[in-house]
């Protein structure tokens, strides 16, 4: 698997495609990337599965309420 990689992500406010860059060498991460078209921050998760060993990137808002 590798530990660093290009992925396109869309922007959870605006809708605008992206590209971040994720380097999973870190293990798992949860931080912020602002958008480009927007600014509005996107909140990114990096995690790897143990069982796959596939990287899996979560992308939100950060201000969506859960019930």
């Known amino acids: 698997m590798r530990d660093y990689f290009e992925q396109n992500i869309v922007?959870?406010?605006c809708g605008h495609h992206?590209?971040?860059v994720v380097d999973a060498s870190e293990g798992e991460q949860?931080?912020?990337e602002d958008c480009m078209a927007c600014c509005n921050?996107?909140?990114l998760t990096v995690r790897?599965?143990?069982l796959t060993?596939?990287?899996e990137v979560g992308v939100?808002?950060?201000d969506e309420q859960y019930f």
């Open 41 to 43: 921050s996107i909140h």
């Open 60 to 62: 939100d808002a950060d």
């Open 48 to 50: 790897r599965n143990e």
């Open 11 to 13: 922007c959870p406010h």
């Open 53 to 55: 060993d596939a990287v």
């Open 30 to 32: 949860d931080y912020y």
């Open 18 to 20: 992206t590209r971040i």
